[in-house]
């Protein structure tokens, strides 16, 4: 079984749907990145949590750390949105753990 | 413009020959890493280093050699020992360790033919 767990494997979904991304993770952590991948390779850094909520624009990330989930939210989404997201966990072995990604489609 | 460089983009080697992957940032950042993502796969750790002249194995360090003579700079070299070196390669940077948000280079794609 992975450390880093991600589902859906592939989302496809019409503009302006909201859509939410989940990640389950089975090790102790100190840290959770949220990050996108867009088709030419580049990869962006949306969030780093390790509690609670953060929202920039129309993304949300949330971490529930008793139940080690988090969920990356988009609303309103947009064709620019598709992309492959990638959840990662800082370990307390001061190590980072990549899950396999989320590649997502928005339709116009 | 702050940021990480990686050159170049695509890259083709003949079976057999070593080559070197070139990383710069010029964020400041202590920490770097280098990361080999390949289909349906999520990126692995070839090596890590958090302060000059030193580095540390990651998951997948065989084949793989790194320099870290300066802050700015993490050169790796894929040798003819990798077994599989065609991959998408991502060099990434942090101010100092994994819990930082990591900011990631375009990447370099190699083939070896």
């Known amino acids: 079984k992975n450390e880093v767990e991600q589902s859906p494997q592939n989302l496809t979904a019409q503009e302006g749907e909201f859509i939410t991304i989940n990640c389950s993770y089975s090790v102790g952590i100190s840290a959770l990145h949220w990050l996108q991948q867009h088709p030419g390779g580049g990869i962006v850094s949306l969030f780093m949590?390790?509690?609670g909520k953060k929202k920039h624009g129309r993304l949300i990330a949330t971490i529930n750390i008793q139940e080690k989930h988090s969920s990356l939210h988009i609303t309103a989404s947009h064709p620019r949105d598709s992309a492959v997201y990638i959840c990662a966990v800082g370990n307390r072995d001061d190590k980072i753990i990549f899950g396999k990604g989320t590649r997502l489609h928005i339709l116009p | 413009d702050g940021g990480i460089t990686q050159s170049p983009k695509y890259l083709f080697r003949k079976e057999g020959q070593n080559v070197t992957l070139s990383c710069e940032q010029n964020?400041?950042?202590?920490?770097m890493y280098w990361y080999r993502q390949d289909p349906g796969q999520g990126l692995r750790l070839i090596y890590y280093?958090?302060?000059?002249?030193?580095?540390q194995k990651g998951d997948i360090a065989e084949g793989y050699s790194v320099s870290r003579e300066k802050k700015e700079s993490f050169p790796l070299t894929v040798t003819s020992a990798q077994k599989n070196p065609t991959a998408f390669y991502l060099c990434a940077s942090s101010t100092w360790t994994v819990f930082n948000e990591q900011f990631f280079g375009p990447g370099t794609r190699l083939t070896v033919l």
């Open positions: 949590l390790s509690s």
């Open positions: 964020l400041n950042h202590d920490a």
């Open positions: 280093s958090q302060i000059v002249n030193d580095f």
